[in-house]
């Protein structure tokens, strides 16, 4: 077991960063036109970084598996992105969003790497203004704020429930800009498959031509990977079905630690599942929470009476409601963070007052959200003593304004009018806190191999804070990365083109092709997806939102069984040698299949409950999860050594010298 | 319920394509029309069959991936959808169900159901930004302060998801409603003033150099367009065009 170096900048934490891009090396105009750099992914973090470097003068290769960079998940991401302007003056600084975010990822992130994040969030939003990014406004021109989960202020900027769309097209224009100057090669519907290390760096990357099949070959001298997460080891989840491990998994297989795994926010809010049949969940946003109460029935009679369809929950008395949220987090209430409201849904659900045919599901509820709107509505435009019909026409025009796609797209899914009838949500998975370890400088522990966003595990700690992805993926993209890579890419200055027809590029297709064809060779009759969903049912099962180490160990067995299988069985029909979406499919199950039981051993080491990570054993009395500062507040990193049960443990202990560790409550 | 399928089926690019039969059982009214399609594939996979290949990726009416040509309709017979958004509850059971690609010169087919939609990239290339470099060092994001009304008609241009229906309903598979929602955006707000006559000029000469029709009038892609892109945005654009136009 090592001790990694994180490579925090000395000095006070407010001035870490200053000093830092004072200290670091400079590439001058002139060479970065001599510098190639792969960037691998195109969402928030790839595009932002991707955009910037190309703007810097470096010559930028991008991959995305998507036939455009525009349609990468962070797409997907609806209700904002948090800044520190404090444009509300409710109290908000650079010192307050990196607290709560530290407090909100329970005390398991890198303290320097959060403030550094705070500290550039501003400047995010100034930047996306300027990009033609059509935030929401109040009628003065001024920007308007909106609050999120586990925080006390209004910070969150958004662009209605479409906040993470209108980011990543800002982000997409940027590159767009740069293809069209040249400074820019987009490669679309091309998937990364595998690093290539050249005497112990990162110097390029294998990559297979999704619609040809033909596997490529591309160097560089340094690569970024901007991957995402890998939420699908869970099959079901609100990824988007392409989402994979497999850039980073890779990059783990080729020496890149593999950091906190078991760091998986399951999001409180989304559409419960329907049936066998389901592909995937979809979110309903935590800006939902600043309007929508959540309840299940007090009574057992009525939950039972409202699964079977006997009653309605408008019929329920407001005394028979049980408000579980307000009643347990009085001083946050409907806007506790994910992994507490999750748990909390969980708790309600396990105890039988679920409200779904399936028994789960809890209402969110926005009628009294609608009745007050609408009396505020009805006294501003003067209407004196209007009837409870006008009210909560008004009311519903308000909550349309607010979050009217939102309500649209639950309409479509589940065929109820949320306006008249609360929504049915459950938790579902949404995001890894977890991935690639990297420094200060989003290094990898692979030289040149640099990780962003989502699939690097720095800032989020156990838990991520709602609208904080968006923050990261930016804040990596545009403002760090384009830094500090610099600085590893100034001893690189003399080091020309790097050559293709190298016996490290022979050796790293050759594997590629190995792998394919033994996916080919599966001599049994099942599909890709038939393994992803057995995969999928032992991580929500036994990996989920409560796990323990009886279970845990039951999952390390099972996935490696399943991995077995499903290596000499699995079916995949086509050839290798053209468009084949099964074959795309099986190469990123195969990853799946063994990031999910590192995911397991690395749940099953750490013998504490903090954030996202809930183990049955460590909890208090009131259900509350245990952390244990003294042996576990780490960041755990595992190397790869073959399989997944010899991954060795190495340890980043995190230090805290400018907040104090204490139990986290939003009570 | 069952349902009766008619998809075209096309190796790749340079092999003529036909429309394929099949019948489809079990399909339930929760499904969305998506997955109904990975039930046909998970049986054409366990027959030794290659699976119908179309695009898709979030699922949630979002990243603009999917796409299919739903008994004439793109994006199927409900309103203001995407494909992954259909349910199975609009159709009967017994039902034909004809499946195609989306249909204009300028989408070449890939394969099966998989259309090539960089035209829309390239158009966006040509002008499709604000020349702001990214490095953080610009005016405070309220120091200029946008009128509500305007944001708001910016935003719901730029709620474009770039997935082509629009195209795919005209007649003379024009992309007018696409590249004017992206001119309009900007037209819109005041930071994208500074470059107009520049990028309405560039990004309609990319529109006609990929081989997209005019427009004439006839609203169908608004119709079909699953985000309400209004067309209100092809008038601007060629308000802004001719302007430029008079520019010079």
Not at chain 1, 612 to 631: I, K, P, S, V
């Amino acid at each position: 077991m090592g001790i990694l170096d994180s490579k925090i900048p000395s000095g006070p934490l407010a001035d870490k960063w200053t000093k830092h891009k004072n200290d670091i090396n400079l590439v001058n105009p002139a060479n970065k036109r001599n510098i190639d750099i792969i960037v691998v992914g195109t969402g928030l973090a790839g595009g932002a970084a991707a955009a910037t470097l190309a703007e810097l003068g470096y010559n930028v290769k991008t991959f995305c598996y998507q036939d455009s960079p525009r349609r990468a998940h962070s797409i997907a991401a609806q209700g904002g992105i948090n800044a520190a302007k404090n444009y509300q003056g409710d109290g908000d600084s650079n010192y307050r969003l990196f607290y709560d975010t530290i407090k909100g990822g329970d005390y398991r992130s890198r303290e320097a790497n959060v403030y550094r994040l705070a500290e550039v969030s501003g400047n995010i939003i100034d930047q996306c203004v300027a990009q033609g990014v059509p935030f929401a406004r109040e009628y003065g021109g001024m920007l308007d704020n909106r609050s999120f989960g586990g925080v006390l202020v209004s910070r969150t900027f958004y662009a209605k429930g479409q906040t993470g769309q209108q980011l990543l097209l800002g982000a997409y224009s940027a590159m767009n800009r740069q293809i069209n100057r040249g400074k820019i090669q987009a490669f679309n519907r091309h998937e990364m498959m595998d690093l290539v290390l050249v005497d112990g760096k990162a110097r390029g990357i294998i990559a297979r031509d999704l619609v040809s099949g033909e596997i490529e070959r591309h160097s560089a001298h340094a690569v970024v990977l901007a991957t995402g997460g890998y939420g699908n080891v869970f099959f079901l989840s609100t990824n988007a079905m392409g989402s994979n491990v497999m850039a980073a998994w890779r990059a783990h297989r080729k020496g890149a630690f593999f950091a906190n795994p078991c760091f998986t926010q399951i999001h409180p809010t989304c559409i419960p599942v329907s049936g066998d049949h389901q592909s995937k969940l979809t979110l309903m946003s935590e800006s939902l929470r600043n309007d929508g109460r959540i309840w299940v029935p007090k009574k057992m009679e009525d939950a039972i009476a409202i699964r079977e369809g006997k009653k309605k929950p408008t019929e329920l008395a407001e005394e028979d409601r049980d408000y579980y949220l307000e009643r347990r987090y009085p001083a946050f209430g409907n806007l506790v963070p994910r992994d507490v409201a999750s748990r909390a849904a969980k708790e309600r659900c396990d105890a039988g007052f679920g409200v779904n045919k399936t028994g789960e599901a809890v209402f969110l509820d926005f009628a009294s959200a609608i009745e007050r709107y609408g009396k505020e509505k009805a006294l501003t435009s003067g209407l004196k003593d209007p009837d409870k019909a006008t009210i909560t026409k008004l009311g519903e025009e308000v909550v349309e304004a607010k979050y009217g796609n939102l309500f649209q797209m639950y309409e479509k899914i589940v065929d109820q009018n949320p306006y008249k009838t609360p929504m049915m949500i459950y938790p579902a998975v949404h995001y890894t806190m977890g991935g690639l370890w990297v420094d200060y400088n989003l290094q990898t522990t692979i030289p040149g191999c640099y990780s962003a966003g989502e699939a690097n595990f720095s800032d989020h700690g156990a838990n991520r804070l709602g609208a904080s992805a968006l923050m990261q993926g930016l804040a990596d993209g545009y403002f760090v990365l384009p830094y500090t890579i610099g600085d590893y890419l100034s001893k690189d200055i003399r080091t020309g083109k790097i050559p293709t027809d190298s016996p490290e590029f022979d050796e790293a297709e050759k594997q590629v092709r190995d792998r394919m064809e033994k996916l080919m060779s599966g001599s049994g009759i099942h599909s890709v997806d038939y393994y992803h969903k057995k995969l999928g049912k032992i991580m929500w099962n036994k990996c989920g939102m409560a796990r323990n180490e009886k279970e845990l160990k039951e999952a390390i067995k099972e996935i490696s069984d399943l991995r077995k299988d499903f290596w000499e069985n699995v079916k995949i029909p086509g050839s290798i040698e053209s468009k084949n979406q099964e074959l795309e499919k099986a190469g990123r199950v195969a990853d799946f299949l063994e990031l999910g039981e590192l995911f397991a051993k690395d749940a099953l080491h750490r013998n504490e409950s903090c954030g996202g990570h809930f183990r049955e054993e460590y909890q208090t009395e009131e259900g509350e999860a245990l952390r244990d500062d003294e042996n576990f507040k780490y960041v755990a990193a595992w190397e790869y050594k073959g399989e997944p049960k010899d991954a060795e443990l190495h340890k980043e202990d995190l230090v805290y010298e400018n907040i104090e560790l204490k139990t986290r409550s939003y009570k | 319920m069952k349902l009766y399928l008619k998809i075209w089926r096309q190796k790749d690019a340079s092999t003529p394509g036909k429309i394929v039969d099949y019948t489809l059982d079990g399909v339930e009214g929760d499904m969305s029309f998506l997955e109904m399609l990975d039930i046909l594939n998970e049986e054409l996979v366990s027959k030794g069959e290659e699976p119908v290949e179309f695009d898709h990726d979030c699922r949630e009416g979002i990243c603009g991936t999917c796409s299919l040509q739903i008994n004439g309709e793109p994006h199927g017979p409900d309103r203001l959808v995407t494909t992954c958004q259909l349910h199975m509850r609009k159709f009967n059971d017994g039902d034909t169900i004809v499946i195609e690609p989306f249909r204009a010169t300028a989408f070449p087919v890939i394969k099966d159901l998989i259309v090539d939609r960089s035209a829309f990239d390239r158009i966006q290339q040509a002008g499709g930004y604000i020349s702001v470099n990214t490095s953080g060092n610009t005016i405070d994001a309220n120091s200029i302060p946008i009128n509500k009304h305007a944001a708001d008609e910016a935003m719901d241009a730029a709620t474009c998801i770039g997935c082509g229906a629009c195209v795919a309903a005209c007649k003379n598979a024009s992309a007018m409603l696409f590249t004017s929602a992206k001119v309009s955006q900007f037209a819109l707000l005041p930071q994208g003033q500074v470059e107009a006559t520049e990028r309405v000029q560039n990004m309609v000469r990319q529109m006609d150099l990929e081989g997209f029709g005019n427009c004439t009038n006839t609203g169908a892609c608004e119709v079909e367009c699953p985000k309400g892109i209004s067309l209100t945005n092809i008038a601007r654009m060629n308000r802004e065009y001719l302007s430029a136009t008079l520019k010079g």
